[in-house]
């Protein structure tokens, strides 16, 4: 089993920063990526960024330039530093690898931007 628990989510203005940490724990997949997810109510989630065990990074066109993937094996977290958040930023936030195991969602953390 694996466990994922995000963290970091809040309410920030148009133009805001924020930085979303997970912390990854029971029995982790090496040769998977590691991703963020995002979704609003009444619509699918959807791959935000991504990151290789190698570093390799790659992000959805609507965030590509603001937002930031990392990780850290060791300490099993991965984040997503957030800049120049806009109103369609707003959603709850989800980590997990990708693809993604769908058994295994955590709670996720609300992102809130208002302008």
């Known amino acids: 089993q694996v466990q994922f628990v995000e963290s970091g989510g809040g309410s920030v203005q148009n133009g805001g920063s924020l930085t979303l940490s997970c912390i990854i724990s029971?029995?982790?997949?090496?040769?998977?990526?590691m991703a963020w997810y995002r979704q609003v109510p009444g619509k699918q989630r959807e791959l935000v960024a991504r990151i290789g065990s190698g570093g390799a990074t790659k992000y959805a066109d609507a965030v590509k330039g603001r937002f930031t993937i990392s990780g850290d094996n060791a300490k099993r977290m991965v984040y997503l530093q957030m800049n120049m958040l806009k109103a369609d930023d707003t959603a709850v936030y989800y980590c997990?690898?990708?693809?993604?195991?769908?058994?295994?969602w955590g709670q996720g953390t609300q992102v809130t931007v208002s302008s």
């Open positions: 997990n690898y990708a693809p993604a195991l769908p058994d295994y």
């Open positions: 029971g029995s982790i997949i090496n040769f998977f990526d």
